[in-house]
T-cell receptor, first 114, second 114 residues
Framework: GEDVEQSLFLSVREGDSSVINCTYTDSSSTYLYWYKQEPGAGLQLLTYIFSNMDMKQDQRLTVLLNKKDKHLSLRIADTQTGDSAIYFCAEKSYSGAGSYQLTFGKGTKLSVIP | GAGVSQSPSNKVTEKGKDVELRCDPISGHTALYWYRQSLGQGLEFLIYFQGNSAPDKSGLPSDRFSAERTGGSVSTLTIQRTQQEDSAVYLC????????????FGPGTRLTVT
């Protein structure tokens, strides 16, 4: 079945760049997503990338996709303390009978040191 | 506008009791998803509703779990004869339709089975 892997923890200093990495297994994935979860809150969609793209930039966020290696990364420039959260990588895959699923990684907890 | 809402926000129940968790999706969203987030785990897909189609129940972990969606809007996830391993945060998400990228998540219901 589909599997999404990401490192569990990342610690960076305020003002530095953060890079969160993710690998996935389903080569038929059409979209890949990054979600952010702050403590006690639901998931918030940060950005997504279509599988025929290599890069997508949105303000401080840069998503890079290496489809050959099935590797996705999220770069946060000028990381702020408010960026401290758990970041989930997810892939959209077809699960049959006209149904799509999002398969999530376990999340990377980003800690920003002031 | 109003986002996805879930109730209750917290639920503590004794082992063996039944619980009902409620999700109000964003108005007009035809697709609704239930996920389970256990401590230190990613999101586990449970069930998916799309309009009036038969739901995709492939993620339900046992026959103690069931869900319904009345009138294409509000959904209820029912767990019968709860077990301690059912303790988790149950997240609901909705999207405009199954092809759309963005799933909007509610804040979740934290279920604790004692």
């Amino acid at each position: 079945g589909e599997d999404v892997e990401q490192s569990l923890f990342l610690s960076v200093r305020e003002g530095d760049s953060s890079v969160i990495n993710c690998t996935y297994t389903d080569s038929s994935s059409t979209y890949l997503y990054w979600y952010k979860q702050e403590p006690g809150a639901g998931l918030q969609l940060l950005t997504y990338i279509f599988s025929n793209m290599d890069m997508k930039q949105d303000q401080r966020l840069t998503v890079l996709l290496n489809k050959k290696d099935k590797h996705l990364s999220l770069r946060i420039a000028d990381t702020q303390t408010g960026d401290s959260a758990i970041y989930f990588c997810a892939e959209k895959s077809y699960s049959g009978a006209g149904s799509y699923q999002l398969t999530f990684g376990k999340g990377t907890k980003l800690s920003v040191i002031p | 506008g109003a986002g996805v809402s879930q109730s209750p926000s917290n639920k503590v129940t004794e082992k063996g009791k039944d619980v009902e968790l409620r999700c109000d999706p964003i108005s007009g969203h035809t697709a609704l998803y239930w996920y389970r987030q256990s401590l230190g785990q990613g999101l586990e897909f449970l069930i998916y509703f799309q309009g009036n189609s038969a739901p995709d129940k492939s993620g339900l972990p046992s026959d103690r779990f069931s869900a319904e969606r009345t009138g294409g809007s509000v959904s209820t996830l029912t767990i019968q004869r709860t077990q301690q391993e059912d303790s988790a945060v149950y997240l609901c998400a909705s999207s405009l339709d199954r092809g759309k990228n963005e799933q909007y998540f509610g804040p979740g219901t934290r279920l604790t089975v004692t």
